[in-house]
């Protein structure tokens, strides 16, 4: 559970919008369990202004071929400290400290062809001259068949470790598989040779589906989808993800559905903008990502969280349900004459279950969930969620909802 | 939970088997909690004697279009009794019957243009023009558009109510879906109209995987795979089958993984044939389709039971799983150097997890299990369920496992 | 060069009709060539009425599992004596005598179980238990390994060969391989094991190109395409596959472009039917069949042909161009800002070069060929072949086109 | 018709080594119309010693983003005259020179970010960002879309032409289609507006069928296969992309089957290097080859050409049908019990007709050709054009042929 920066400000996050919604986080959020506060792509751009990347353009490096904090954007980082204070300035508030990172070696590394550190080796030896990312020119491929690959791996999260960094993004990884699997596992290694604990994420996704395994041994996330924004289509397609992928989702290993891009979000485009998702949709979103057990990452400025995102991101009980629900699954999904609606069901580790009911149907409709399809046998009494209101025993449960509206529910 | 003629006769099974089979469950299974007895395909082909099946041969008919037994080999259906003795027999065990139909309406009734009861069409006009089944010749499809197409299946329906039928496993309809669907539904609600109540089972496999909520609406049962037999190659391909098809079960909707080809299989070509699956390759079967609930189906003939195989088929505790697992998926499944391992679990519905450890490569080796895989964080005893040895409590658990071999165990 | 009942009467054409397009072919069109007078599918069903065909009905078929003319429709083939009356009555006008037939046994053969002539084995026997037509219900494939299916198939061609057939379009055989390859290839030894001559036309396409040799081999002409009617996107599309399949045309061995849906077609429905392709179409048709050298068949009723059409299949030097073109080819196929243009070229075998030019697009406009492009380095004078009009000899060609329309030049 | 350095010398040629073939060429094979001297790739690359790429090397560059000849290679491209001197060498021998270029910018120039000559853009700026060679580190694609890039591109070509540059070949263009077909449409662009006549070949293969139009319009060459050394599996698969690609030959478009890997080839790796093809696999190779009219160019090192390779080069009426040959076509291609057989055909346009037999399989076996399979109706004589011996007329054409062997024939 955390904040990134990426749905607020792109490849533009600068220190002080950072140390803004930490302080904000450790302020209000972190009560609830919100406690990762993430800098995305691009830190080590000096020109960097929105989610757009500058192509081919200079980026900050030291000299072992290694990207650090443009000072301009992050000027703690001046004088070869690195995101050193920052992680510093985080972690004295109670929070944790992740930074994002592209698979590969700076292209500008390569054709300058400067040092890997602890090595006699240089960047254009460890580069495998056919990789790179479709969208994004600032790395190379590293070749894991190369002398040095090892060494520049190893030194990249020494680096971060010094740092202080909890979590590390990983990018341009998880969808290219098989493709760059044993980068991959070169990368995971080289992140436990560093001894500091860190979260390895992958992104982007989707992630494929019969490399399950694979991602369970060489990272704690995964995106199981491409960036996720505030369109309605994208949360509908996510129930078909969060299905296929519901049976891998475990300690240590979590299916990543992305962030909420929920509150003030492309600030980077107009200050103004805010999601586009209802407040239905919200609901649904968060009541999906919990009952799936997804990894949580709010996309919204912290600073400018209105009323009822504030209330979206900290009901304790639906935030319990992230920690507390195991073997969730989709128990069935269909369309009635008029919408469609889809049940979700998942059991409490300290007892009882949980039931998520959804409308992802374009009408308002009733549903009704036979405790049977659950194999629960008797009648049972159950708590909603979102509102807190009881429904006192029986053998079934019938809801209304709105269109994409959705209700949780906790036997009593 | 039940015997089916299959495995060991084929196409050719007659009454005095079934009766002596029925007979054996009666006495000996049934207090496991066996109880179907099913007859398998053609038993309306009196010249039947194998696996094999005969090209447009004569079928047994009755004036409607409707198969009926061979009384050549069911004596007691003569004189238009149809099963309904035979049902009567294995009632009176206190146990259940079944047959098992083809999709669709016999060839020779069309080319015959034979009635249709309570309607005043014909074979020939409900017939689908080019829908046969790929390996056996006795019926065509029937279009669903066509009048009088659903006073037919009712009339089917109808026949095998009044028999007493309690269990229908219709052949050429499930790996052939989308393409049969409207087939299906029409198949599904005549069953429904003849108000009896009768398991609908889906065959042949594969079903396909994104028609799952389909089947869970029309249907009890379907195959998750082609015809089962005892090869290892076909057993291990389960495991990858299960794991896909595992949230798709629960209370009357399984996936089907097949019978169990175990004791004296094939009887129709050598009464000396017996299976040629190992001792620990059977305990992994029956490990696994416990675990994963798959409907329990017996092939081998029942009167020539060997010790090992009894055991096998009346371990309470193994089918105690097989009712009493819930949200069985698999948690992870590795390469090590030498071998590959599966680990299975599922919470039991009256407390505990069963857990699965499964050596599926071709050496013996050794499978650690941390119990904090399964989101159990303290320490653990458990008992295996085939040797009912119980291991003390500790954080990890650690079993060697043979080649093809499993250990099945449930907390205490 | 021939006519053919399927455009103007479907599965229904009667001896009447035949005799009468024989004799309207015999007087007007035999001097220009045109000499095939062939019967289309379903000679044999008694109650055909249109195009459409009437599932799992009583076929007429003789003691030996063979079809035979339906006497209602072919009254002199009453008393066993088939198509030999109207065959010969067709030869008494020098014109030669073709059928369809489909490939296999008949279905109502099999399940009576009826005899073939000269063995003991019989229809059930021969039988392919798993091969059907998609689209008709007439018959069951034959399968090549059993014995008698050699047998079944040399007393069909001597049937024929009795009858004085000169033609034989078999259908549901050419877009179907490699399934049915071996029934090809059986069948085809079967028609040169009864010593008369007779062509070998397959049905329906569109053929498969990797299997170009085969057809060569075995067939004298197969189809290209799935039936062909009278819709642009059709005549549009026959441009590419002429181009793929031009290299295959030689003595023996012609890829078919299906009949010319020309004049009164679709008689079955309405006597006032006429074909929908504009007068430039029918020419762009024509043009493109000729320089291809594609076998050339008459759809329409040739009682009722118009003076347009009539000229359209009379004009000596284009059907001389249907003899004398060699090696023909697409030159280029270009889109110019408004329209799309092509270019065939074909030496002609006794001197000079034949050109097409052809506006496929949908505006009419001006195309322009240097004779550089035919590696024809000179100045060439030329005669267009529908108008006659000459053109003074210059280094390339201009011509206006109208929309779908075309010009077809030889060089003088 | 000429030679080119990349089969014996790969990224490494030097000037002395190119001036050596030049004036071997002009002395000896000039006079049977070998005329191109091209040097392959890299000549920009300082390091290259070998057919292995330096990755993320340092080329030899202008200030304006274009690569210039290495000095230490080509000495006489010193002081900023490119290939002026040495082209001057090759045009005074009566010969034509041509160059190998790689599509795009060089990736030093994006990365230092140099000028584009004629414009105020940078190299960073017309770069496509995911636009990569997969087996070459030196270039970027240029995307067509960015002011500046048809600049770039025309400021080649002039360099080009300065030089007196009579032929490019251009690399990672031809199979990447569609993909790079705009930017193909560029620099087909830029060749025409520098107004000196250049043939423009593309690179590498199999360049895409459905795409033979735009290769027509745009090139005059283009490869039909990857590289092509001397391995019998890639010319057995050439009959079939000779196929296949014949139609599409003709004046200024010629499908290309690459260079021809005789003699003295891979003289990087060792000077006793010799072609692998046995004799009868080269002269099937030049008869397909010629009867085809692919363009020639010789791979191998001139100046070590043994007797039988020079006859291969010079036999005068092979080398006329790839100048005369017109319509060439497989004829048909068969197995036979022992071997398989190939015949193609083609006219000659001063008249005769030539053919080729081939025996592609592995015995020896004797083929024969009635004349009318060509549509030749008479007796013919023919003259075998590699012994030169005649054979009377007939009507067919009988021919022993060892494995992998062929004759070529020239009707009289």
């Known amino acids: 559970m955390g904040w990134n920066s990426w749905d607020c400000y792109g490849a533009s996050v600068t220190e002080e919008t950072v140390r803004a919604n930490a302080a904000y986080m450790a302020e209000h959020l972190k009560q609830y369990g919100w406690e990762y506060v993430v800098v995305d792509i691009q830190w080590y751009e000096p ?27 992050f000027p703690s980082s ?76 190893e030194s990249l999260f020494e680096l971060y470790a010094s740092w202080g960094v909890d ?20 990368l995971s290694n080289a992140l436990h040779h560093c001894k500091r604990e860190m979260v390895l994420s992958l992104s982007p996704g989707p992630a494929l589906l019969e490399k399950a395994e694979l991602y369970k041994q060489y990272a704690q996330m995964w995106r199981i989808t491409d960036d996720f924004w505030d369109h309605w289509e994208s949360l509908y397609d996510m129930f078909e993800r969060c299905e296929k992928w519901c ?18 979000i492309r600030q980077d485009y107009d200050p103004d903008n805010r999601t586009k998702f209802t407040e239905d949709e919200q609901k649904t979103m968060m009541t999906l990502w919990c009952i799936f057990r997804a990894p949580l990452m709010i996309g919204g400025e912290l600073t400018k969280l209105d009323p009822f995102t504030k209330e979206l991101l900290t009901n ?30 998942a059991e409490r580790s300290t007892g009882g279950t949980y039931i998520g009911l959804f409308n992802i149907g374009e009408k308002e409709g009733t549903v009704t969930l036979p405790f049977t399809d659950l194999e629960m046998y008797g009648t049972y009494g159950v708590k909603e969620l979102w509102s807190g209101k009881e429904i006192a025993p029986a053998g079934e449960l019938t809801v209304d909802l709105p269109k994409h509206g959705c209700a949780a529910f906790l036997t009593l």
């Open 247 to 264: 049976i891998h989702s475990g300690p240590g290993h979590w299916p990543d559905a992305d962030m909420l891009p929920v509150g003030a």
């Open 316 to 345: 304790s009980e639906i935030l319990a349900m992230d920690r507390e629900a195991r073997h969730a699954r989709q128990v069935w999904r269909r369309r009635s004459e008029d919408t469609e609606f889809v049940v979700w069901s």
């Open 47 to 73: 020109k960097a202004t929105t989610h757009e990347y500058n192509a081919f353009t200079e980026l900050c490096m030291d000299e072992y071929s290694r990207l650090i904090p443009a000072p301009n954007r």
């Open 78 to 153: 001046e004088g070869g400290k690195g995101f050193g204070p920052l992680a510093e300035y985080v972690h004295s508030l109670g929070l944790k400290f992740g930074i994002h990172i592209m698979r590969g070696i700076p292209r500008q590394a390569v054709h300058r062809n400067t040092k890997i550190l602890g090595t006699d080796r240089t960047a254009r030896e460890v580069a495998k001259t056919n990789s790179i990312c479709a969208w994004n020119t600032d790395m190379y491929g590293v070749d894991p068949d190369r002398e040095g690959a090892k060494e520049y791996y």
């Open 167 to 186: 979590f590390v993004k990983c990018d341009d990884i998880a969808r290219e598989l098989p493709h760059e699997e044993s980068e991959l596992i070169l």
